[in-house]
């Protein structure tokens, strides 16, 4: 059974009030505000702080834009606005770590795509909590109800550790007590039931069990390639981010030569100077 590989990442916004988050939604629920498809009476009149996440299988943020959104006197959002939000978050530059490894981060004074300047807001402080750490704990509690690896399972129940206990312990014929009572799933034990019935029941029954154990490896080995697939992902984003990083501080370095040199220049103009000035001081004096 082919089960289609889920998404690596869960997009959602959450929106700031005074007191903190007041609002979580997963981004279909916020393109819904955005077509004008709902409305947000509360925050009729109002420019809100909000934050774009996306959010692994581990609940882990991978990247937060950091904006503002406009709503007129209905609770409808500013037609006016438009901001990319995914798009922004790819080109997002190196954040902090919030649980799963260095964020891509977007927001006021930390963005390299000046554009969109008017429409973000810088992290800080409200009541006693860093608006990072209140995100990082609003995406542990997991309220949007995203659906993350159990890690302990995929260790425990890996593909090829399952096995099925003997068919003659499934009915209360016997206890496994040792590992030697275990038999793989291909595993065609005879059972002999009293009757022609009972022993067709317990086929069908025995093969359901085994299509629903079928379903479970596939699941999980879905599971572990999108994990895999992930951390390969990060390698290369950590990668890229390390260039842009080096190109940035390459350009920076050529700078300081280019002004260091200038200013050699003009200090051997100034020496040139001095000494004439000099000359001609001693000759006056003569």
Known sequence: MNTPTKPLLTEAVMFFSERGICKEMLFPEFEALLDGLVAAPEHADETVEAVFLQINTRLHVRAAVFFNIDFDLDGYVNRLWNLPLRQIAERGDRGPDMGGGPIRLVCLGFNKQPQYRAMLWKPGTRGNSNDLALVKEAVANNALGILGEDEEAIRYIAPERLHMAAEDTWYGGGQVN???????????????????GELQQLREQHAREVRDLRQQIDTLTTRIKAMAIEKDQALVELKGIHADHLEIVQGELLDIKQELAEQQRINAALKRELGKAQNRTASDHE
């Open 178 to 196: 040792d590992v030697d009572d275990l038999i793989p799933l291909t595993s065609t034990r005879p059972v002999a039931p009293s009757g022609t």
